[in-house]
């Protein structure tokens, strides 16, 4: 599925987020895998498609499981294409390596988190120059809950980083490498999908790889 972006780094950027967010979102509404509540930890090394991960060609985006990595190709500037998992939690730890194969240093990739409509879920960036944050989307709109701020311990451009989050009610960490980038709280989204996402900025190409991924349940 695609949609907008958040995080403007210019105001060319937000005009361009505004104009796009209705018809980008009703994109999202495609079939998604069942999303049951999970009886123990999850983990997924992608070496093949069990059916878990929305994969996809849409438009300017899409998303496939290949060469043991879940894959996400964003082709239009100001846009978001994003995979789900069939997996519900409320309270969790989620470590994922990802990199960036290809586009602009600005764009970013990450995790999408508490998914429960289109309108209404959390977002974790890592950017290729950087950079991290985290968002909200709340009745298609998005509202920054931490800016994007340059940390060390992310690596850039087409580095690896092994990104991991961990949500406790309405208390976020987020990692990068290891190292703790920061903490956030937020009381809106208590429970609902995760999944994994590329998006553009200003630059319309990214590509973006996703392996072993594990969630574990406290």
């Known amino acids: 599925m695609i949609?907008?972006?958040?995080?403007?780094r210019n105001p060319v950027r937000l005009l361009l987020c505004a104009a796009m967010a209705v018809t980008a979102l009703a994109a999202c509404d495609s079939p998604s895998p069942t999303a049951p509540a999970p009886a123990k930890d999850f983990h997924d090394t992608f070496a093949q498609d069990l059916g878990l991960w929305e994969t996809f060609t849409e438009g300017n985006a899409s998303a496939a499981i290949t060469g043991g990595q879940l894959v996400i190709t964003v082709a239009?500037?100001?846009?978001?294409?994003?995979?789900?998992?069939?997996l519900n939690?409320?309270?969790?730890?989620?470590?994922?390596?990802?990199?960036?194969?290809?586009?602009?240093?600005?764009?970013?990739?990450?995790?999408?988190?508490?998914?429960?409509?289109?309108?209404?879920?959390?977002?974790?960036?890592?950017?290729?120059?950087?950079?991290?944050?985290?968002?909200r989307?709340?009745?298609?709109?998005?509202?920054?809950?931490?800016?994007?701020t340059q940390s060390s311990a992310i690596n850039t451009g087409g580095g690896a980083n092994l990104l991991r989050v961990t949500a406790h009610g309405?208390?976020?960490?987020?990692?990068?490498?290891?190292?703790?980038?920061?903490?956030?709280?937020?009381?809106?989204?208590?429970?609902?999908?995760?999944?994994?996402?590329?998006?553009?900025?200003?630059?319309?190409?990214?590509?973006?790889?996703?392996?072993?991924?594990?969630?574990s349940l406290p």
């Not at 995790?111 to 944050?133: E, H, K, M, Q, S």
């Open 137 to 148: 989307r709340q009745n298609n709109d998005w509202v920054r809950i931490v800016d994007l």
């Open 89 to 135: 939690v409320s309270d969790f730890d989620l470590t994922v390596t990802t990199s960036q194969a290809s586009g602009g240093a600005g764009n970013s990739l990450g995790a999408i988190l508490r998914y429960t409509t289109p309108r209404n879920f959390y977002r974790f960036d890592v950017t290729g120059d950087g950079l991290w944050g985290f968002s």
């Open 76 to 86: 239009a500037p100001s846009s978001v294409g994003l995979s789900l998992c069939a």
């Open 170 to 215: 309405s208390r976020f960490e987020f990692y990068a490498n290891g190292a703790l980038l920061g903490r956030a709280t937020d009381t809106n989204e208590t429970v609902g999908r995760v999944g994994l996402f590329a998006a553009s900025f200003d630059d319309p190409n990214i590509q973006a790889a996703f392996d072993d991924i594990t969630v």
């Open 3 to 8: 949609t907008s972006t958040s995080f403007n």
